[in-house]
C-alpha cells in the first residue's frame, strides 16, 4: 500500500470518527441547527469552528510539505445554471434529510435505515447527472 493510500485512508477515518464524536451523523442535530424557528441546535456552529481550528492548525504545520498540490483539478469560477441547480438539490435534500453526503456514508456503519435510502438517492442523483450530462456533451440533446 502505498503511502498516499494510507494518508488517504488515515484522513478519511479521523473525519468520519471527528462526525461520529460530534453527533453530526445524527440527522436530529443538523435538522435542529437548520430549525430556527422551534429548538434551534447551535452545535454544528461548534463543530464547524473546531474543524477550522484543526484545519488551520494542521495547514500551518504541514503547509510547507503540501504546498503546490494540487489534489483537484483547476475549476472556472463562474455561477452557472449547472451550479445553481446542483447546490439547490443538495440544500433541499440535505434541509430534508438531515444527511450531507459525507455523514451519510458514515452513518452506513451503523446501520441506519435512513442513510442507506439517502445514499441510496445520492448514488442514483450521480448516476443520473453523468447520464444527463453526457448525453448534453454527445450533442444528442434535445431542444
Do not use: Q
Not at 41 to 67: D, E, F, K, T
Not at 98 to 126: D, E, N, R
Amino acid at each position: 500500500m502505498s503511502r498516499k493510500t494510507i494518508g488517504t485512508l488515515v484522513a478519511g477515518a479521523l473525519f468520519g470518527a471527528g462526525l461520529v464524536v460530534s453527533g453530526m451523523t445524527d440527522p436530529r442535530n443538523v435538522i435542529g441547527f437548520l430549525d430556527f424557528s422551534g429548538h434551534w441546535n447551535p452545535r454544528l456552529v461548534a463543530v464547524m469552528a473546531g474543524a477550522v481550528v484543526v484545519y488551520a492548525g494542521m495547514l500551518r504545520l504541514l503547509g510547507p510539505i503540501v504546498r503546490g498540490i494540487r489534489p483537484l483539478p483547476a475549476r472556472n469560477n463562474r455561477v452557472d445554471a449547472r451550479l445553481v441547480a446542483g447546490a439547490a438539490i443538495f440544500g433541499v435534500g440535505w434541509g430534508l434529510s438531515g444527511y450531507c453526503p459525507g455523514p451519510a456514508i458514515v452513518s452506513l456503519g451503523s446501520g441506519a435505515h435512513s442513510a442507506l435510502a439517502f445514499v441510496a438517492a445520492m448514488i442514483v442523483g450521480i448516476l443520473a447527472a453523468g447520464a444527463f450530462s453526457g448525453r448534453r456533451r454527445s450533442g444528442c440533446e434535445t431542444p
